[in-house]
């Protein structure tokens, strides 16, 4: 099933400007340098408000005054911007929230040799040599060559598939592990949530798949569990599609079900976006960049089609112990103000955001020019939704219409009311 790609590109060059406009010089936007961060410490609670009747007591959202569902309709004076809101508000029910120090995790040839145990599920064999020669992989080898150029190694399982995995240490991705479908030539094939391609009905995915969700999503949480990484759990399934890049166009040749997870602290989750970060803050830039912790499978009838496994951290001491928080009546001010100002460069173009899910988790945030290995987890609201942009081309016009669930819009610092730029990581 092919689609030309040309019209909606422009359009989506268009939306992603959405977001990075110049940011205003206040105190709710500002670079966090996260080597001199302090939060202050809340020595004693009162729990007021914020918990809707019915609702079992949940200490945090008491402690925020935050509803169980927000409401809200605003835009642009001109009506070029609508943002509608009727989301879940998802806050964990915890009685504190403290911040962490994080750090890279230093990638080893054992943590090589059990990735590519654990999701090949096949004979394995040198990336080099294959299929001349199948010999078994050297993964000391490949591990002292990691920042010299990418490693490769080649699976063969029963059934005749065959497979790539892939190793690498790049300035944003210092920890890449990775298993992928063999390429057979093609220019380039990815796995991507359906909603956001819509290449394939969802009765032609699910019958791709050929793999109910609850068999994927335990087989995924198996194998997630053999690699050893403390607290990394579920955080979202979408059902997915295997695309094959071809010039202008795609087409979509598989299905299955992506299963994303990430790590749980104290009861908190890291909050997964598709964001993977890394991003420089402009071309002159010179700093080394961090992409986040990232670990993505994807699962259909014929078991584990694709494994990502980036910038494994290591949890390190808790910096502030019950960090003093924001309400939810000022997070949702910011967001109003944010959405407005970070759409004000539109032209010819409309943009319409329909916002249904609003969460409270952890991100990293850090700072390239002071340490781009090092960090801190601090807690964060994320607005997630679909948005509809139409515009204007070389005498064409075209929507283009992304409803991915896991697509944030805005982050909102907790503690201070800042706004954190995922693609960056501050």
Known sequence: MKKRAVL???VMGLTSLAGC????DTAIVKRKETASIEYREVKNVSAEGGTDEGEQENPLRSRLGAPQRYTAEFGSENGRL??????EVEIPSVEQVSTYRVSQSDMTPEQMETFARVFSDGEIYDGESYP??????DFGSMFANLEEQLQSAAVERADGRKYDLFYKSTDSVPNMMELQMDAAGRDAISWNPRTSLSALTEEEALSLAGITQEEARQLAKEKVAELGIPGMEEAMV?????VDLLGDEYTADNAGWLINFTRTIDGIPVTYTSEQGGAYEDMESEYETWGYEWLQVAVNRDGIQMAQCYN???????TTENVQLISFDEVSQIFRQMMLMQNADMNDETREYQIDRITFGYTRIYDPAVDSRSGVLVPAWDFFGSYRVK???EGESAEYI??????????????????IDRSLGY
Do not use: F, W
Not at 238 to 242: A, K, R, V, W, Y
């Open 8 to 10: 909606l590109a422009a």
């Open 21 to 24: 406009g110049e940011t205003p």
């Open 82 to 87: 609508k943002i509608h809101c009727d989301a």
């Open 132 to 137: 001349a020669q199948k010999r078994a992989p």
């Open 238 to 242: 979408q059902l997915g599609i295997h």
């Open 312 to 318: 494994v951290y290591d949890i390190g001491e808790k």
């Open 391 to 393: 515009a204007e081309h």
């Open 402 to 419: 992304r409803d991915s669930a896991d697509m944030s819009h805005l982050t909102i610092n907790a503690i201070d009311g800042s706004v």
